[in-house]
């Protein structure tokens, strides 16, 4: 938590046999994208304790590998999402 950056709203992890398998999921880019802190979850009672425990220290722990994973955009990426919509809007 002392890592996160300051936008970072929630613990974001991921669950694995592998830290290398985990580290290299399609799952992390997003959050490597934003620079958000990620927790690998490797040993076999890890997916078992994240079940029981939904918060830490105020911040929510959130499954990359679940649905409805959802990020705030920043300006910038609003702006190229306009962008994009008005290129394509005559089509």
């Not at 890592?3 to 974001?12: A, G, L, N, T, V």
């Not at 694995?16 to 959050?31: D, H, L, M, T």
């Not at 911040?59 to 990359?64: A, E, G, T």
């Not at 702006?79 to 809007?89: G, I």
Request: net charge negative; glycine share 6%; charged share 40%.
């Amino acid at each position: 938590v002392s890592r996160m950056p300051e936008k970072q709203k929630d613990i974001y992890f991921i669950t694995g046999e592998s830290k290398e398998a985990v580290a290299n999921s399609p799952f992390v880019e997003q959050c490597k994208k934003r620079g958000f802190e990620v927790l690998f979850m490797v040993d076999p009672i890890d997916e078992y304790a994240v079940q029981q425990l939904k918060e830490y220290d105020g911040k929510k722990l959130v499954s990359l590998t679940k649905e409805g994973v959802n990020f705030e955009e920043t300006e910038d990426e609003k702006k190229a999402w306009e962008e994009k919509v008005k290129t394509y809007e005559g089509l």
